[in-house]
């Protein structure tokens, strides 16, 4: 096991970067020390050391830096040859993004003549005949990370929320990537919004797209855009979530369901600052924020070869992994009266028993906040006059039902086909006639919860059951396997590493 997911595993709310020395790596970087998250800023200065304005320098800074002749940029330089708005530099994680703004007589690095390049610390730039920029490493400062109690809207009094708060307050008036990692219902999405809210872009646009809500022949024209008559139905032109969160930020959610295929595209997008529009030849400039989110191990899908690595490392400059509800029941209580008092109620305190804070505290929440809150807004629906109606809860069992590892493992000794499945500490309600097996299994307060998580934990038992059946009569032979459950070699191999059947 890596240093990395070791301090995960320790410091639930784990804030940090792909590891590389403090020395290497973009102007930002979050690590740690001691256990406790540190915000590393790298200072680095454009300075003229050829040319007319030998001796000149010029600070960047976290957002850009322009150079030309007019008097309009950060740093002006005089030499005839120099365009008005020759170029521009900005912050990206991994280095400098150099960009030419259409200048008559070129930029050059190295003797070729660049439209964008990414470059290190060191790097010389020549424009006109005599003039040389050179990008010089400045200081290099770190501050503590203070833990915040609040992040906007987002609230938690526990010691794992208030290092994620600190971290994100740290993080949000910077350009940096940031990848937020957590169980379903665990408010990545509000963590995006928030980040957009508190960074410079707050006037710029916030555009969400929904890997695992879009069809996947859909989601290449849905990232990038596609031209009129790119495939069939595409009627018009249009603009793709990049181009339409241009001077904003754009959250990609549900990254773990990008299929491979288009997540070279994307890190093409991230690297050059273009994108090229589905059916198109033309390349568009775009200057967006990304923020990433997944709910599943990215680690090991790099490690199985379903995500690329280079990807996973430009994504992951800064990870946030937002602990589940079960890893802070402190906040049980603060979150449930906070509902409360959204729903409409106006004495949360009083309603809040000892009692019944013991049945919150004590449920599993594998649905997480969003959980919660579904539960509190039942309950105020069914309000007998001013009291929220919590009975349903309550009769439902307040032991934390086993991981779905566990599920799975004692679904496989009891055959689905009996209508059974996992013990949950209440028979379920009798099914509407005609709706067959599944009902009758179905545990209680599981239709409660949203319809991917239902649909993700019935097909998980379901696969798993369904495999380790498989498993029993022929072994682990893929080509018999295949062969038996009618598949192609390659989804059985990705089946059984999913459920831990093979390496």
Known sequence: MNDDRTRRDRAPGTVTGPQKPYG?????????????????????????????????????????????????????????????????????????????????????????????????????????????????????????????????????????????????????????????????????????????????????????????????????????????????GARTDRAGAFERANGGTVFIDELGELPIELQTRLLRVLDRRTVKRVGDHQTRPIDVRVVAATNVDLEQRVADGRFRSDLWFRLSVVQVRLPSLRERPDDIPLLARHFLRQAGCAEPRAVLTPELLEVLCSRRWSGNVRELRNAVERAMVFADGVNPDFSRLSQQSSVQPPPAAARLARASAQPLASGQLPPTGKAPAPPPEGSGWLAAAMPPGLLALPYKDVKHDILTQFETYYLGNLVDEHGLNITHLATAAGVDRQLIRRLLRKHGFID
């Open 24 to 232: 290497e790596g973009g102007p930002t970087a979050v690590v740690y020390e001691a256990g406790e998250p540190m915000l590393v800023l790298r200072s680095a200065e454009l300075r003229v050391v050829s040319g007319p304005d030998r001796g000149r320098k010029v600070p960047i800074n976290l957002a850009r830096v322009s150079v030309g002749a007019h008097p309009d940029n950060d740093l002006v330089l005089n030499e005839t040859g120099i365009s008005r708005f020759h170029l521009e530099v900005q912050v990206r994680e991994e280095g400098y993004l150099v960009r030419d703004l259409g200048s008559s007589n070129g930029t050059y690095h190295r003797g070729a003549r660049i439209e964008v390049a990414m470059l290190r610390p060191g790097s010389e730039l020549r424009l006109a005949r005599d003039t040389v920029l050179r990008i010089e490493r400045g200081e290099e400062s770190s501050a503590s990370i203070e833990p915040e109690l609040a992040f906007g809207t987002m609230i938690g009094s526990s010691r794992a929320m208030q290092k994620v708060f600190g971290v994100l307050t740290a993080v949000s008036p910077t350009d940096t990537t940031v990848l937020v990692l957590g169980e379903t219902g665990t408010g990545k999405e509000l963590v995006a919004e928030e980040i957009h809210r508190q960074s410079p872009r707050v006037t710029g646009p916030f555009v969400i797209i929904d890997c695992g809500a879009i069809p996947t022949e859909l989601i290449e024209s849905e990232l990038f855009g596609h031209v009129a008559g790119a495939f069939t």
